[in-house]
């Protein structure tokens, strides 16, 4: 096993640094998450990045708007252009619109639930949604506010997660995020804080392990 003294890690940084590129420690890939069983199903003309919206309607989805960007970046910290990105997550009530959520809270017909963006020539990606509600996954198991991702780009392997908010206490008793190793915790867990539109705005970068 490599060890990283202190040494290597400021020669690393500043090699990245030099080529303009973000430091992205061995290890750093961010890790699998399960798909759920809500990955949507139904057809859409409207997967743009702006899941407040449905074309031709006049009301947006009910919620708070949060906005989420990012980068799509390789191991070495290299931007990935063109990976497909795929988000969605429950409505602001907890409920996907998904004929297998059975969940008695209202579906939501002003908000667009699923988004497909591709990452521009700097790996970057970013979107506009409402927050989302828990619900229960079963009896004794509440699952916290999260969005789901997955991200597909030729010569890396396809990535499935999931995005955490911090200081949300569901956090701290979710199966599915606390089976994760605490480091790895971390690099799902954002923070948000006001943007410049006003509204909430977090960054998730995405690291892909490729292929060879």
Same mark, same amino acid.
């Given at each position: 096993?490599?060890?990283?003294? =202190?040494? *290597? ?11 303009? /590129?973000?430091?992205?420690?061995? $290890? !750093? +890939? ?71 959520? =059975?969940? *008695? ?11 497909? /963006?591709?990452?521009?020539?700097? $790996? !970057? +990606? ?87």
């Amino acid at each position: 096993m490599t060890r990283w003294t =202190r040494r *290597a890690l400021l020669r690393a940084g500043l090699l990245a640094a030099a080529a303009g /590129l973000p430091l992205v420690a061995r $290890g !750093g +890939y961010t890790p699998t998450q399960s798909e759920g069983p809500f990955f949507p199903a139904n057809p859409q003309d409207d997967t743009d990045a702006d899941l407040t919206r449905i074309d031709g309607h006049d009301q947006r989805a009910a919620g708070e708007i949060i906005v989420v960007s990012g980068r799509v970046l390789d191991g070495d910290g290299v931007p990935v252009q063109d990976a497909l990105v795929d988000v969605w997550h429950a409505n602001s009530s907890g409920r996907y619109n998904h004929p297998a959520d =059975r969940s *008695a809270a209202p579906l939501d017909p002003h908000f667009q639930g699923w988004g497909q /963006l591709v990452t521009g020539t700097d $790996g !970057g +990606y970013r979107f506009r949604t409402i927050m989302p509600g828990a619900y229960a996954a079963s009896r004794d198991w509440q699952r916290p506010p999260h969005i789901h991702f997955k991200v597909r780009r030729t010569g890396f392997e396809e990535l499935t997660t999931q995005m955490y908010f911090e200081a949300e206490p569901l956090n701290e008793t979710d199966r599915i995020l606390q089976a994760l190793p605490a480091a790895d915790r971390e690099k799902v867990v954002v923070s948000f804080s006001p943007g410049r539109d006003g509204h909430p705005a977090g960054r998730f970068d995405l690291i892909l392990r490729d292929t060879e």
